[in-house]
């Protein structure tokens, strides 16, 4: 990770619990969405966050955005803790974070134009004057490669790519400088997601943008992304460059994960088709120990007495594993 510039958003020692119920008439526990992840952002860094659903990601990104309140922990952007802050200054902010979400059904108001909504965020906070709405919505539109006469139109007239592509011109209005976004792709055609894909990848450059970008579609991560954060059961279980990560991965959880994703690494033969082996446990009722040790082929008695600490396996390159860096963590047969 480049560390010599300061990090634009900072995760510290996050968690965040939401109560639930076991079964019908269960008994009621937390369960920790987000366990004590820290997580730092520069500018212009595009870092992938994977790991199967229910692991804490949109948790995570939501959190980064001050949409969520975290249980435990800070997010600190541009020197300020978000839990600080209120008011005007909280909205100045906001400005500078935006989210695109999976759905653009679902985050584009049906009933207005897409111009109103793109007017929004610049009226809001002030981004252009008036006389000059009109315009920056044209220049907007066309940054995401859609004709100006997009503007007086609805949003269900357009196809789902078009409608990603109308979310991100909403979401970039407000010149942020970090976007979340959350599964961004995952519900278009898949000719249609790498168009996105290249669209997120211009605009990073031209707006120097950092970017949490939340998958569980490894492909696309590895396309985008120059970090990738690895999530387990709420907890960062390998971080690291895309090289690190993807070519010599330390963590057996990212080692199942590349393996159930055929064709992304030469080495790895298809596994269950896409799914992991075993079962992800409750999230309510995590094992003791390495979370992942329940799944894990290379388990031995002492993962499941503490929660392993991070080694480090290199600059900006750790993993939560006992056995990481002692050439003991090939992956054994799990097929
Ligand atoms: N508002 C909420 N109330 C109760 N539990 C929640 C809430 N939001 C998330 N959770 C729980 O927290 C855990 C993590 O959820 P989260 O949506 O962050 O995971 P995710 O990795 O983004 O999953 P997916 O890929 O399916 O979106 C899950 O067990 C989920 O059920």
Known sequence: MPQEAPPLVEARSLGRNFPARQGLLGRRRDVWAVRDVSLALARGETVGVVGESGCGKSTLGRMMLGLDQPTTGH????????????????????????????????????????????????????IVPAGKVRSEIARLLDQVGLPATVASRRPHEFSGGQRQRIAVARAISTRPDFIVADEPV????????????????????????????????????????????????????????????????????TRALLAATPSLHPRKTEVGGGVLPGELPSPANPPSGCPFRTRCPVAEKACAAAMPEYRQMGTGWRAACIKAGTGNTERRDMA
């Open 75 to 126: 997010v600190v952007f541009d020197g300020r803790d978000l839990a600080d802050l209120a008011g005007g200054e909280r909205r100045r902010l906001a400005r500078r974070m935006q989210m695109v979400f999976q759905d653009p059904f679902g985050s584009l108001d049906p009933r207005r134009s897409v111009g109103a909504q793109i007017a929004d965020g610049l009226r809001i906070h002030g």
């Open 186 to 253: 995952s519900a278009l055609d898949v000719s249609i997601q790498a168009q996105v894909v290249n669209l997120l990848i211009d605009l990073r450059s031209e707006l120097d943008l950092a970017m949490l970008f939340i998958s569980h579609d490894l492909h696309v991560v590895h396309h985008l992304c120059t970090r990738i954060v690895v999530m387990y059961l709420g907890r960062i279980v390998e971080e690291g460059s895309a090289a690190q990560v993807f070519d010599s991965p330390a963590h057996p959880y």
